[in-house]
Nanobody, 119 residues
C-alpha cells in the first residue's frame, strides 16, 4: 500500500527551527513533484513549497527566505527545513506527492503533522 509518512512536527518558540520529513513507501514506478502544504484552523489548505524530481523549487511568499525544501530521491523522501518560525506558521503541515504507479499518476497526501509556534 502506497503511503506518505510525515515526521518532525512539534512545539517550537518563535524564532526557532524545525525540520519536517516525509517518506514515500510502497510499490510505485517514480515520484514526480513533491511538496508541502499547510492548513491553519479556520483557513484553507495552502501551498508552502514544492520541488520537482530534478530539483526545481517553488515557494509561497510566506516561506521565501525562511524555509528550504529538499529531497533525497534515493530515499523517496522530501524535507522542509523551517527557520525563523513565527506564530502565524502554526498549522498542520501535509506532505504531497505526484506518484506514477505502473502507467498512471496520482496525487497522494500524508496524514499531516502539527507545527505549533508559541512562547
Amino acid at each position: 500500500q502506497l503511503q506518505l509518512v510525515e515526521s518532525g512536527g512539534g512545539l517550537v518558540q518563535p524564532g526557532g527551527s524545525l525540520r519536517l520529513s516525509c517518506a514515500a513507501s510502497g510499490s510505485f514506478f517514480s515520484i514526480k513533484t513533491m511538496g508541502w502544504f499547510r492548513q491553519a484552523p479556520g483557513k484553507q489548505r495552502e501551498l508552502v513549497a514544492t520541488i520537482s524530481n530534478g530539483g526545481s523549487t517553488n515557494y509561497a511568499d510566506s516561506a521565501k527566505g525562511r524555509f528550504t525544501i529538499s529531497r533525497d530521491n534515493a530515499k523517496n523522501t522530501v524535507y522542509l527545513q523551517m527557520n525563523s518560525l513565527k506564530p502565524e506558521d502554526t498549522a498542520v503541515y501535509y506532505c504531497n506527492a505526484y506518484i506514477i504507479v505502473v502507467l498512471l499518476g496520482s496525487e497522494y497526501w500524508g496524514q499531516g503533522t502539527q507545527v505549533t509556534v508559541s512562547s
